[in-house]
């Protein structure tokens, strides 16, 4: 007798690539070992977060707000925007996954830089769009007018990851410009700030002018990263409204949780407290790429919590010898190394590898 047939998936599902994980570090004797592989926040939780988050677990029996309305408020406050402008998500890695949702057929392209973020690839194939990966420059850069020319007939959704995850450079305000001008109006424009606090440079973006001036252009944020709320997931996007909506209507409902969006507005609240801490990294960063350099090593700029190593066959070595000195760091095969802005203190053994690995 024939088996009897089993369910089988979409046939996108099984073209998902996995997502990999920053690895925790393994633990060496005599060592402090440090998780320098997910672009977290080293810092605990900022003033008033911990217990507005505590307060928010005793109603766990209770639904969340699933419109958010506090979070909204207080994030529309804080930027000056119309609620309606905005759509909280389960991180801003949830926004994609909407974005493609709302937005795309099957077989509708998405562009976005190759190598960026790497959930991309796996919210657009899940989604049933078709990626469109536009290499990076030699210096870690996007492309900007190759990935215009990339648009097509099919394209609904192009992506500008600023500072690009993992490489570090983020986009000038005048190139976002002239891109913007050659996408079509109906194509959407993602631009992903996950990093966008600590960006210093000339000619840095300003997200939230940008979005104004355009009826395509659709901003993702994240509590993950400055904030440091990467373990309760939250996100949000800052789009026109029509967008924004359409963002909503795709949301997995509830998907926010009331502890998520206590502990959002919460840090919202601390932002003088935030934003000190921000700069005390981006010092971090700046001592650390001019001690690397002092060794023999020109980074790309680095615009986010992370410094970018071009390694290419050397990656994964980089990465066992950090580990063996209870350093976990982010390798990609056969490009190159992220290493995270994290605890100062773990500095002088990643100097020490770097410069073993001089190119
Ligand atoms: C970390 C990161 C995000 C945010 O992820 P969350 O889902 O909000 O934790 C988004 N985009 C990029 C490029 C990132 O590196």
Redesign the pocket.
């Known amino acids: 007798m024939a088996p009897s047939p089993s369910p089988q998936p979409r046939s996108n599902v099984l073209a998902i690539p996995a997502y990999i994980a920053g690895k925790p570090p393994v633990a060496r004797e005599g060592l402090t070992s440090y998780k320098l592989s997910s ?1 977290e926040n080293p810092y605990p939780p900022l003033p008033g977060v911990l217990e507005a988050a505590t307060e928010a677990a005793a109603q766990m029996n209770r639904y969340p707000d699933m419109g958010s309305t506090a979070l909204y408020a207080a994030l529309g406050e804080a930027m000056g925007v119309p609620v309606d402008d905005l759509a909280a998500a ?5 926004l994609i996954y909407q974005l493609v949702n709302a937005f795309c057929d099957p077989g509708d392209e998405v562009v976005y830089a190759w190598r ?2 790497e ?1 991309y690839p796996i919210a657009v194939t899940a989604g049933g769009a078709t990626s469109v990966q536009v290499p990076l420059t030699a210096d870690g850069r996007h492309d900007l007018d190759a990935m215009a020319a990339a648009v097509t007939d099919r394209t609904k959704v192009v992506i500008v ?1 600023t500072p690009n ?1 993992p490489t570090g450079p983020a986009v000038t305000q005048a190139d976002l410009d002239a891109f913007i001008a050659k996408v079509p109006s109906h194509v959407v424009v993602v631009v ?1 700030e ?2 966008l606090e600590f960006v210093r440079m000339d000619d840095a973006i300003d997200g939230i002018a940008t979005y104004r001036r355009h009826d395509n252009v659709v901003l ?1 944020r ?4 400055a904030y440091g709320l ?1 373990g309760f ?3 949000y996007a800052v789009a026109p409204s029509p967008i924004a909506g359409a963002l909503r209507a795709v949301s997995l409902p509830f998907g926010v949780s009331h502890v998520a969006q206590a502990a959002a507005i919460a840090s919202l609240a601390a932002r003088d407290e935030l934003f000190a801490r921000v700069d005390d990294l981006v010092e971090r960063r700046a001592d650390l790429v001019s001690r690397l350099r002092e060794v023999g090593w020109e980074l790309p700029d680095a615009q986010g919590n992370f410094v970018w190593f071009p390694l290419g066959e050397r990656a994964l070595e980089f990465a066992a010898a950090c580990g063996e000195i209870g350093i976990s760091v982010r390798p990609f095969a056969g490009s190159g190394v992220r290493v995270s802005i994290g605890e100062a203190e773990a500095f002088d053994r990643v100097v020490e590898v770097a410069a073993r690995f001089t190119p």
């Not at 389960?90 to 949830?94: A, D, H, L, N, Q």
Request: one cysteine or more; aromatic letters at 14%.
């Open positions: 672009n389960t991180g801003s890695v949830g960026s973020f959930a990851c995850n992903d996950a990093y993702t994240t509590f993950s990263k990467a997931r939250v996100g």
